[in-house]
């Protein structure tokens, strides 16, 4: 499903105190997309993301899903964050954890135990259900994490930094991991991430956001081709190419960044 912000603008706080977080911002990404949102930390883009998850209201503008204004979570869109530990219940196994993120749902029991268990099938969890997160290495709990998002079956998931906290090699397999999951589940995603690697890797396109006020200065497609490959993906010319793109528009003084409409 397509996601689209119009135009949204976020301000934190009010008179004196009000500091303007991100510009209006319009972003549409298409049915199936897979959009990367990188940029320095500070530069707005988890404020960006949970005002796209309706988690947060925009001070200006307004999210689309579908043709659906978004005024709240809606059906059908899940969210992934960063910190799995806080995101889990600690007290409920798995495969309760998975069940609870669909009660609002309500769906027969028999279809959302098959959910379930197809969902940790599909991250790799096949027969854990058991196990309470507490008991997992990082890595798994981010799996159960994901699992958790696939279990509403989500035309689009949003996901913030889901992979800052673990290590390199776990990192990589969460990325192949997330990328097989939005081919066999169809889903549109936009992932905000710090890692300009990551950001081409796994994207059909990077946004690049400055801060100062947060905006978007940079569209890139990604023109890499499917099936990524760790290696060989990341040894490809243009890969090199792309990254040392996007590594410039990050990593420029803010006076020198170009606007959008001039990078588009
Ligand atoms: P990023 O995800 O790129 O690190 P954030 O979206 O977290 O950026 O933050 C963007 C800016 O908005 C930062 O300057 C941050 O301090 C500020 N900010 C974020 N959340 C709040 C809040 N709840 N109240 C006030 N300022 C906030």
Not at 40 to 52: A, R
Not at 89 to 95: A, G, L, S
Request: net charge negative; charged share 20%.
């Amino acid at each position: 499903m397509k996601l689209r912000a119009d135009a949204v603008s976020k301000t934190y706080g009010s008179g004196s105190t009000a500091r303007l977080a991100i510009e209006p911002t319009t972003v549409s990404i298409g049915e199936e997309e897979f959009v990367t949102i990188v940029g320095p930390s500070g530069c707005g883009k988890s404020t960006f993301l949970m005002m796209m998850a309706g988690l947060l209201e925009p001070s200006g503008g307004q999210v689309l899903l579908g043709d659906q204004p978004v005024d709240g979570p809606p059906f059908g869109l899940s969210v992934v964050f960063q910190d799995y530990s806080r995101s889990l219940f600690p007290w409920m196994n798995v495969r309760r954890n998975l069940s609870m993120a669909a009660s609002a749902y309500r769906l027969p029991k028999v279809e959302l135990a098959e959910r379930v268990e197809h969902a940790l099938e599909s991250v790799g969890l096949a027969g854990q259900g058991d196990i309470y997160p507490w008991q997992m290495s990082g890595g798994m709990q981010q799996r159960v994490a994901i699992a958790r998002a696939l279990v509403v079956e989500p035309k689009v998931m949003l996901m913030d930094e889901p992979f800052a906290a673990v290590d390199a090699q776990t990192r990589a397999d969460l990325e192949d991991l997330v990328l097989t999951v939005r081919n066999e589940y169809k889903v549109t995603v936009a992932f905000v991430t710090h890692d300009i690697d990551e950001a081409v890797y796994l994207g059909d396109r990077v946004l690049v956001l400055a801060a100062g006020p947060g905006r978007m200065i940079a569209d890139i497609p990604v023109a890499l081709g499917r099936p990524r490959h760790q290696v060989e993906t990341k040894l490809d010319p243009r890969f090199a190419e792309l990254r040392s793109q996007v590594y410039q528009l990050v990593m420029r003084p803010s006076s020198q960044r170009p606007t959008a409409e001039a990078t588009q």
